[in-house]
């Protein structure tokens, strides 16, 4: 019986293009998150609490309630948070992104229902981190 060494790599490589084609591309995740942080900003102009709530990472929910000392629907719509205009650029690093508005700066992470926002009204700070209105603990 003659031996096919590449057989085997074949199966393995055949496997891994199959996980590897369930992963989403770096293309994926950026318009993902792109498309998060739009309807972040649509809830903001809508003054949609509900929505705004739902829309943020567990911990900046817990957080926003913590500050504002009540439920997240009325502590959120308490905060001043800026909108931030139209997307300038996305940067995704593994679970965690940063969307560049024009003026403003979200801060999302990939949960298992999509992604969202743990920090928003954030602007830059040289040499430092950003300075955020909303972010979790």
């Known amino acids: 019986m003659r031996k096919v060494p590449w057989l085997g790599t074949l199966i393995v490589l055949s496997s891994c293009g199959l996980v590897l084609g369930g992963c989403d591309s770096a293309g994926q995740r950026d318009s ?15 003054d949609d609490a509900k929505g705004l709530c739902e829309a943020l990472a567990p911990e900046t929910r817990d957080a926003v309630e913590e500050s504002g000392k009540a439920d997240c629907e009325k502590a959120v719509a308490a905060q ?49 981190p950003y300075q955020c209105t909303l972010q979790g603990g």
């Open 32 to 46: 993902a998150a792109s498309t998060a942080a739009a309807a972040f900003e649509r809830l903001l102009s809508s």
């Open 80 to 128: 001043e948070i800026p909108l931030g205009g139209d997307i300038r650029g996305t940067d995704v690093y593994g679970r965690q992104a940063r969307v560049v508005l024009e003026s403003d700066t979200l801060f999302l992470s990939r949960f298992a229902d999509g992604w969202k926002v743990v920090a928003a009204g954030c602007t830059p700070r040289e040499g430092r």
